[in-house]
Nanobody, 125 residues
Framework: QLVESGGGSVQPGGSLRLSCAGS????????IAWFRQFPGMEPEGVSC????????VIADSVKGRFTMFRDIGSNTAYLQMINLKPEDTAVYSC????????????????????WGQGTQVTVSS
């Protein structure tokens, strides 16, 4: 399973670090991604990190403000978010890839088969 934590309410310009703890599978074998979902919309990819070479993809909408990293020893991936904006308000979820040992990750939702329950991030003054 995947369990997210670290969400909350912040003011514009604030920062949050989300955590994604994995269990029940070999964490380092799979890509991990962060998605976010706005009310009434499909999840959109935010960032992913590949399993083999830790290649990182960041969506253009958050580039320069969000970064992703992981600690394989603790089976945890993180999404560091700075300079948060009201339009970043969403439910953020992490996901595990279907395939293992990939050099490059993708933010295509179809490539992920295990999802966490999500954590709410609210950016408001």
């Amino acid at each position: 399973q995947l369990v997210e934590s670290g969400g909350g309410s912040v003011q514009p310009g604030g920062s949050l670090r989300l955590s994604c703890a994995g269990s029940g599978f070999t964490f380092g074998y799979y890509d991990i991604a962060w998605f976010r979902q706005f009310p009434g919309m499909e999840p959109e990819g935010v960032s992913c990190i590949s399993s083999r070479v830790s290649n990182i993809v960041i969506a253009d909408s958050v580039k320069g403000r969000f970064t992703m990293f992981r600690d394989i020893g603790s089976n945890t991936a993180y999404l560091q978010m700075i300079n948060l904006k009201p339009e970043d308000t969403a439910v953020y979820s992490c996901a595990k890839s279907r395939r293992s040992f990939q050099d490059k990750c993708s933010l295509n939702r179809d490539g992920f088969d295990l999802w966490g329950q999500g954590t709410q991030v609210t950016v408001s003054s």
